[in-house]
């Protein structure tokens, strides 16, 4: 099992930019990926990006335009999400996962508010 910690985010005015970290411990070994979902106020969850833990390929959601950028640090088991040009609209609650076979490890969450 892997425990998640996610950091960053918080309130941003629009325009600005944020990083989002989740640092991983436990088994994390066995990670086959990483990710970010984000969940804003009365909406489904959403795919953010993903990225492949040996091999560093990454995956967007259809809706994620260039501004998010998807990075980890193998040797500090911690994955980022760089966001730039921040608007109203991305404002949610961010959640990274890691993926061990076909079970997903959830952390905690972390809000990010987007002033405007």
């Known amino acids: 099992q892997v425990q998640l910690v996610e950091s960053g985010g918080g309130l941003v005015q629009t325009g600005g930019s944020t990083r989002l970290s989740c640092v991983a411990s436990g088994l994390t070994m066995s990670m086959y990926s990483m990710g970010w979902y984000r969940q804003a106020p009365g909406k489904e969850r959403e795919f953010v990006a993903a990225?492949?833990?040996?091999?560093?390929?990454?995956y967007y959601g259809d809706s994620m335009d260039g501004r998010f950028t998807i990075s980890r640090d193998n040797a500090e088991n911690t994955m980022y999400l760089q966001v730039s040009n921040l608007a109203p609209e991305d404002t949610a609650v961010y959640y990274c996962?890691?993926?061990?076979?076909?079970?997903?490890?959830w952390g905690q969450g972390t809000q990010v508010t987007v002033s405007s």
């Open positions: 990225i492949n833990w040996n091999s560093g390929r990454t």
């Open positions: 996962y890691a993926r061990i076979s076909s079970r997903l490890s």
